[in-house]
């Protein structure tokens, strides 16, 4: 009898751990399948852009970052209107609107079809952008955060881990097209799952409500936690680093080690599958030990698995340090967002990560462009150089301008008062939390 209730209270751990709750639940699932869409299309895009449209490097940075400038300027009403009517209807919107260009993709014959699309895509990636971290932070304790980041980011990559394989397999078999249609099928899908999830209500307190409102929340919060600023500039880096990750690293792999798309899919599944099975345990941990010092150490392996690929000749070492590198995104990742979520007033949620958000995607601006010429004019190798020391340079803001931002509750935060947002204090040290900054 007594094995039978400590059999019993293992799964309810689980469940307390996770604060999974039917809406979150539902939240994990729909990031799922969207990111499954995402995924597939990853390995393709840049030969596709290469092959079917006849564009060079230049051209893919320069239109890569036109789709890092639609999604930044898309921030401006995104975080507002997150806040003023509700975090599900913007998820679903920018859902859809990604449904329909990457059907559109299809469609297309030039590189100028390409870039309207691909800032189309970003509007609609700018809407789901805050609506979708806001929600996550909505669902969820406060003390819970560090697990929450972790399992939604283990849900997208659950759609993400077979996403990649799975475009490769469809573009090499079937051709470059069909991984369009699945993906497109599949946005709509997490448009009709996000339906489902009962929305707690937002309540906008500006006593004039902008769409700029952001940058006054945005001041706010920094107001509030200083260390805002710092994670923020980390965002901007970050953003520059990410030009590589999604455009530079993979054209390296096609163009100096001769990868075939297929060998590109796994490379991309192989780090998926990594962060995968490290996401939520480090979320976990960070809500235990701290943020900070899981964004250090990932954050050094990200440098070390990135830069050793400008020496990488084989397809095996290609896949090695790509696991080193998702490793150290695993370790911070979690981190990142639950740090995010303790500097940040509750009614502001949104309109916060719309500021962080769009100062990143001017980041992803810099980094696109930048990145697509000096792959071109001095060589593949340089990008990798050059976005390496991006990436010490976001871990060293950390480790010299930010506190840990874990707090220790003490006590249960009543419900009616995180709704309303009136747990300000709590950011402040208050609120019924123990601020163990420099523990």
Not at 53 to 66: E, F, H, I, V
Not at 199 to 212: M, W
Not at 217 to 228: C, D, G, T, V
Not at 358 to 379: C, D, E, H, P, R
Request: hydrophobic share 50%; net charge neutral.
């Amino acid at each position: 009898m007594e094995d039978r209730k400590k059999h019993d209270k293992a799964p309810s751990k689980v469940r307390e751990a996770l604060a999974i709750s039917r809406d979150f639940s539902i939240l994990l699932l729909s990031l799922a399948v969207v990111s499954l869409g995402f995924g597939i299309l990853s390995p393709i895009m840049p030969k596709y852009a290469e092959t079917n449209l006849s564009m060079d490097a230049a051209q893919l940075g320069a239109t890569y970052s036109l789709f890092a400038l639609s999604f930044a300027l898309g921030m401006i009403p995104a975080g507002y209107l997150a806040d003023r009517i509700g975090r599900k209807p913007l998820i679903i919107a920018g859902t859809l609107g990604f449904s329909l260009t990457t059907y559109a993709l299809v469609l297309i014959s030039n590189s100028w079809q390409f870039a309207v699309l691909r800032v189309l895509e970003g509007l609609a990636a700018a809407l789901v952008t805050p609506a979708a971290f806001a929600l996550t932070v909505d669902l969820v304790p406060e003390g819970k955060r560090g697990v929450a980041m972790g399992a939604e980011g283990t849900a997208q990559l659950l759609g993400g881990f077979g996403g990649p394989g799975l475009g490769g397999l469809l573009a090499g078999q079937l051709g470059f097209y069909y991984p369009f249609y699945v993906a497109a099928g599949l946005a709509v899908g997490c448009a009709v799952v996000v339906f489902l999830i009962r929305e707690p209500k937002a309540h906008l307190q500006d006593e004039k409500p902008s769409v700029l409102a952001m940058f006054s929340a945005w001041k706010r919060n920094f107001q509030q936690n200083r260390s805002l600023a710092a994670v923020t500039t980390r965002g901007f880096v970050m953003g520059i680093v990410q030009g590589l990750w999604n455009l530079g690293l993979i054209l390296f792999w096609y163009d100096r080690i001769g990868m075939t798309e297929t060998e590109v899919g796994v490379a991309i599944s192989i780090g998926a599958l990594v962060m995968l099975l490290g996401t939520l345990p480090f979320g976990a941990m960070s809500d235990k030990h701290g943020r900070r010092p899981f964004m250090l150490l990932g954050g050094t392996l990200m440098v070390g698995g990135l830069l050793l690929n400008a020496v990488a000749t084989d397809v095996w070492q290609v896949f090695v340090l790509v696991a080193v590198s998702d490793f150290g995104a695993a370790m911070s990742n979690p981190s990142v967002g639950a740090m995010l979520a303790d500097v940040m007033l509750p009614a502001e949620r949104g309109r916060v990560m719309g500021a962080y958000q769009m100062i990143q995607g001017m980041g992803n601006i810099v980094g696109f462009f930048a990145l697509g010429y000096i792959y071109q004019v001095v060589s593949p190798e340089a990008p990798i150089v050059l976005c390496s020391i991006a990436l010490a340079v976001a871990t060293l803001i950390i480790a010299a301008f930010v506190s840990e931002t874990r707090r220790v509750a003490t006590g249960p935060v009543p419900m009616a008062e995180e709704a309303n947002g009136t747990t300000a204090e709590a950011v402040r040290g208050g609120g019924g939390a123990k601020d163990i900054s420099q523990k």
